[in-house]
């Protein structure tokens, strides 16, 4: 098969340029005689790829020196408990905001390490839509506030970033990172697993204000603890180095396709257009509120459940891959990242548009 | 350049046909017309890449199902917090042995967590013998041995498996898994840093007795729960899929060598090769006891360290990289891993033959 559109949720498509360089560049990167994978991590070549990545990173989030940005191992996952045991530090508690499954999972293991207060959920509406923030109920000694700006499975996204003036935020962008252009300097930590916007599982960046470094308690374990992984530049242990290339290619792709605000002019076209259609197409439906539906994960449902295997067959067949919802969801759900080509969201609306006609 | 030999510790060289395959497979692997780091990490595809992977290093390792095989993010520095969190228990205690600077690091972690017995140390020596094991203060609570097969850092190495009636073996094997046959129904956990002998940085493999499960204390991060991870097949998470592949790629090759003893009397051969030409030359040194001698990392000097330069020059121009010792010690180390043809040893004996007579 020649590429396919691939709507996986993450691991998730990457630039086929970038994979075309990392393919050009395996066994002898730029005449060193070595794969980028066989290099010393302390060697002048990583460290300027290394070093290379991080600026074009801050250059295309705009993140200015106050802020850290570590390539760490892992993903949100290990962030998850990371967070709480580097920042609840006095405090014991935080603030969370319950928007769906990654909400929870963060909730979950964080109140393993101190007090959580859920300061608003939209569970009760089956997580389509997002609390109004003057209804949050925020406390006055919470350490800091977390959310989670887009939820993967539910397809839910903050349009805004909130107000904390108490607390600094914290955010999860695993899935919506550099996908728009954010105001980095309302954020305390920005954490992202890399197997979406940024590159392959494994590796999660995090951007983190210096002030907030040199809190972790004591039982937090070294390789979690964000002031050494900053004093050591990322690298106290070896880090995923492979991983950090070619997020450092992804990252120079961005920038040649015009930047996050380019990205964004870009996403923004790609989710009107499928959310469009799936609006004005009876066979089709997305539950979630208008005004907070995800630019980047697009659940939808048909009108019968029982053609769903059908469905994904032809999507298959035409090569528009991984398709199906999360399994704790069903249905289906196409995720448009930064790499997904406009022309896959098109030929994805073609096939829709001929499956609802000839099967709804 | 074409491809050079690089004797690098880690990340280290790998097989020119794994990174020949992986480059071949990087934009579609076998016709899904993805690249396997964009493939989800639930699909049939990589499920079975997975699976692979774990039947093959079980079948090379001698692995029996008493164990668990367990592909975690991070590597040999995550894992001396790892351990202790999940082995330690109600015992509160473990014995270490101290044979280096990999060594003090497992130490120095583990204190953080309960107490540490070290059993045994070399560091009188500089860390250039292992103590014989009659002397060793072993203490009747011990949750677990500790110990460090092989120093990657020194290049001292133990030839044989220690006795630990009391308490089970843990390994930190990072630098010479696989690397010779060895019996794994004497440990309780061996763990190793994929970027030596698996595949690239950012991977770990832990290969543990299941009856050791299911211990961690509650502070542990749920990412760090041996238990959760052999729950959940090493996917309680978004795994590192593509230095999973890899290494899936590497143990193939190993396969393909003959396994793992055929690979021994190969690493054997090279060692000694190695070993021998530094022992009668008198511009050469390697200051380690020689029945303890690493038969994977080859520290040596030069008979005046003001050559040192000059020979790295030479060397890097003849495409025999990455000969500089660690930082810490100063020096030359080669590491001669699995994947370092023994055409590459032959050349840098050749080189160093060369090198006294002209300089010596």
Known sequence: MSRAYNFCAGPATLPESV?????????????????????????????????TAEKDLRELAGVSDDYAVLFMQGGASSQFSTIPLNLLGEKGSADYVNTGIWSKKAIAEASRYGKV??????????????????????????????????ETIGGLEFGF?????????????????LSRPVDVSRFGVIYAGA????????????????????????????????QV??????????????????AGLVFKWLKEQGGVKAMGEINLRKARKL?????????????????FRSWMNVPFTLADDALNGEFLKGANARGLLNLAGHRSVGGMRASIYNAM?????????????EFAKERG
């Open 341 to 353: 080509p406009e022309a896959g969201v098109d030929a994805l609306i073609d096939y829709m548009t």
């Open 195 to 226: 197997q979406k916007n940024i590159g392959p599982s494994g590796l999660v960046v995090v951007i983190i204000r210096k002030d907030l470094l040199g809190k972790a308690r004591q039982e937090t374990p070294t390789m979690m603890n964000y």
């Open 229 to 246: 992984i900053a004093d050591n530049g990322s690298m106290y242990n070896t880090p995923a180095t492979y991983s950090w290339y070619l």
């Open 19 to 51: 994979l075309r360089q990392a393919r050009d560049e395996m066994l002898d990167w730029r005449g060193t005689g070595m794969s980028v994978m066989e290099m010393s991590h302390r060697s002048d070549e990583f460290v300027q790829i290394a070093e």
């Open 117 to 150: 207060n859920v300061v608003a959920s939209s569970e009760d509406s089956g997580f389509t839509t997002i609390p109004d923030q003057s209804s949050w109920q925020t406390s006055a000694d919470a350490a800091y506030l977390h959310y989670t700006p887009n």
């Open 275 to 291: 959310y469009d259609f799936i609006d004005t197409n009876e066979f089709y439906a997305n539950p979630i509120d208008p005004r």
């Open 161 to 177: 970033i909130p107000d904390s003036p108490g607390a600094p935020l914290v955010a999860d962008m695993s899935s919506s990172m």
